[in-house]
């Protein structure tokens, strides 16, 4: 499939209510447990994208659209998220997701960029030269990779309740 | 986390609405892709999801209630929905799972199981003995597994498009 940015914006748009649906009222042990020391809970993996709408998809769209490869993105911090969010609940994180990502789209569908933007090129400060239109692809799987994490750190937390199951519950058990 | 109906019931009367949210009115090569020969789309998971509700989940709870070890469960076709969803739309499918889900889960709440039934076992074809409490968590655990298999699924529509985030996006290459 060929990139377009309308066809990105149909995914990016869903995402925080898809997460709203499935997480918002659940009991915290959903919600709370990760996957060991060191892994994310739902809750966590929210915050992390809400981390990606302030410092991350837009900001460096902007970068490379006014900048090109001349300055180098700011690293992003997978981690910042999980001593920013203590103390808050979910729903505030839900909220503020769904307000971040509604005001970058305005910011997308605004730019309406062309071939040739999306093809102009900045500089990731570890992959090296990337184009407008690889980072708009990877904010999309950024998204669905982190909603197939939440699946699948919240069906482990039922991992030695399914018994013989687990077998036939490759989620439980596959290279993850 | 210890087994509980209610927290079971909080997740299984989600996934409908999250699929809708994810789902609805998305573009037909987000909905209809897969990963290649003989694997699945969203659409397929959903139609999955689907022949679940008729014939596995609460049907087996019942032969387990019923019958006991005497009477093994009728094995699940996986790619029953394939041939029967075949001109059918996704919000057909969407909707049918949402009403499915909703009169099992009526179903479930109606027996409000007894520690002492939630014991009780049956005879997997397969797997040989397993408790109603197994069964019902392999449903949530099940649930969460294609939540993120659908999220796999539509990430990898774009596995050429994010350039060299190749390298920071697993969804995209681990073992799934």
Known sequence: MEFQVDHAIAVLKRTPGALRALLEGLPEEWIRSNEGAGTWSAFDIVGHLIHGEETDWIPR?????????????????????????????????????????????????????????????????????????????????????????VGRVMARVYTDQVGPWKAFTPILSRDA
Do not use: C, M
């Open 61 to 149: 769209l902007e970068i490379i659209l006014e900048h090109g490869e001349s300055r180098p993105f700011d690293p992003f911090d997978r981690f910042a998220q999980l001593e920013k969010n203590i103390g808050k609940d979910l729903e505030e994180l839900l909220d503020r997701f769904e307000q971040l990502r509604k005001g970058n789209l305005h910011t997308l569908r605004r730019l309406d960029l062309t071939p040739a933007q999306l093809d102009r090129t900045g500089t990731h400060p570890e992959l090296g030269r990337v184009t407008a239109r690889q980072l708009l692809s990877t904010w999309v799987v950024h998204d669905l990779g982190h909603l197939a994490q």
